[in-house]
């Protein structure tokens, strides 16, 4: 039987999609392998392995990723990849590399951190988050073709919520009160399903609410377990 390494190079995608499998089920060996396949690897596999990395366990992983994540010359795809594994392997451990991909100049690549930081960062990216979701709203006009299915990829200003909520300092905080003025401020620029969804994640902060200084903070498991499903699930 072929190796696992052997069968990572495969031609054959049914072969190469099931030692993805195995390599996760081997523990750390199998780590070794994905790792080792990124440098062998043609570049169209590259996001399978890296979104595998996610679900894998061993030392050689983390490091790779944030590799991954920092090279500027890697396609985006595979970097928005690694922002999901780094976050779903490392939790609050991944969030300097995502704060400090909040700084990258694709768009896209943003958004996949900001998801990062909102289902297992820390609240050092916070006044980063607050800025970028600042410019967010500062966008034309509501997006269009939003599905309340899919807001947790589809919609920039609920992943960034979902990250600044979770780090809020109780109803009257500074952090509280800046954020709720921000979301009222600009309600005309969200879209339909994002006023859904904030009306039932964060019924406070909607613009009839209570003044901003009484609102409550949102639920932030609550706020973190809808960020997380499906996305932070096993990929196979």
Known sequence: MASLGERLRHQKAEVFEGALRDAVMDGPAGEAELVAALDVLPSSRHVSVVAVLGDAQGSAGPQALRNVLAAEGRPRDTRCAAALALAKRCGPEASADLAQALSARDAVLKNYAMVGLAGAGD??????????LGQI???PGPPRGLR????QVQSQVASAICYLGRHLDGAGGERSVRLVSEVRGHWDRLGTAEHVWLTQMWPGCVPDGPPA???LPPQARRLESWIRDPLFGPVH
């Open 213 to 215: 200084g009484e609102v």
């Open 137 to 139: 709203l500062r966008r």
């Open 123 to 132: 609240d050092r990216a916070w006044e980063q988050a607050f800025v970028r």
């Open 148 to 151: 309340s299915q899919h807001l």
